[in-house]
């Protein structure tokens, strides 16, 4: 069956504009999380979802960051006048539901690039 | 500040031996513990996870757990060079909020 998917895979923008990132989670998956991977380190948690709720969005890096999910699939991630610092790669997981009892499932990730 | 810690490596090692992953953690009330491994340019995919003090084995791969010493390692067995790659140690420190290590890069030499 399909994975999750993610578009766009790679994005270049100048620093100042806004960027939308896309979610596809597994059909059937109610729990969706968004992480960011800056090069050579590891997975940096932003936000999660549980159907369309986002219950702890303390790990969102500042007030331009964002993120929606509609109808318990896609989510999206905003990112507002964007800074070099956003550069990195974004990847969304999806599971069963929510709870460590569920194993998560990446996507190919976003690579962003702000120039 | 809640953190996972995990030597970056790289740590090397000849087909056939031992890899030993190690990493720490700071919330001494974690419950869910994991172990990712991710290729280069590749999305992490699950390995295991333990949730028990101990050991868990499934196949070459055993993880262990010392929540006393806020401790836990990957051991791969018989190494493969199809296993050289990144592992990321992740732990659930707050309900659905994970913390991942900056992971430990392997190199499996034939």
């Known amino acids: 069956g399909a994975g999750v998917s993610q578009s766009p895979s790679n994005k270049v923008t100048e620093k100042g504009k806004d960027v939308e990132l896309r979610c596809d989670p597994i059909s059937g998956h109610t729990a969706l999380y968004w992480y960011r991977q800056s090069l050579g380190q590891g997975l940096e948690f932003l936000i999660y979802f549980q159907g369309n709720s986002a219950p702890d969005k303390s790990g969102l890096p500042s007030d331009r960051f964002s993120a929606e999910r509609t109808g318990g699939s896609v989510s999206t991630l905003t990112i507002q006048r964007t800074q070099q610092e956003d550069s990195a790669v974004y990847l969304c997981a999806s599971s069963l539901a929510s709870g460590a009892n569920y194993e998560q499932y990446f996507g190919p990730g976003t690579r962003l690039t702000v120039t | 500040q809640k953190e996972v810690e995990q030597n970056s490596g790289p740590l090397s090692v000849p087909e056939g031996a031992i890899a030993s992953l190690n990493c720490t953690y700071s919330?001494?009330?974690?419950?869910?513990f994991f172990w990712y491994r991710q290729y280069s340019g590749k999305s992490p995919e699950l390995i295991m996870f333990i949730y028990s003090n101990g050991d868990k084995e499934d196949g070459r791969f055993t993880a262990q757990l010392n929540k006393a010493s806020q401790y836990v390692s990957l051991l791969i067995r018989d190494s493969q060079p199809s296993d050289s790659a990144t592992y990321l140690c992740?732990?659930?420190?707050?309900?659905?909020?994970?913390?991942f290590g900056s992971g430990t890069k392997l190199n499996v030499k034939p």
């Open positions: 992740a732990v659930d420190m707050n309900f659905n909020k994970f913390y």
């Open positions: 919330d001494r009330g974690s419950q869910s």
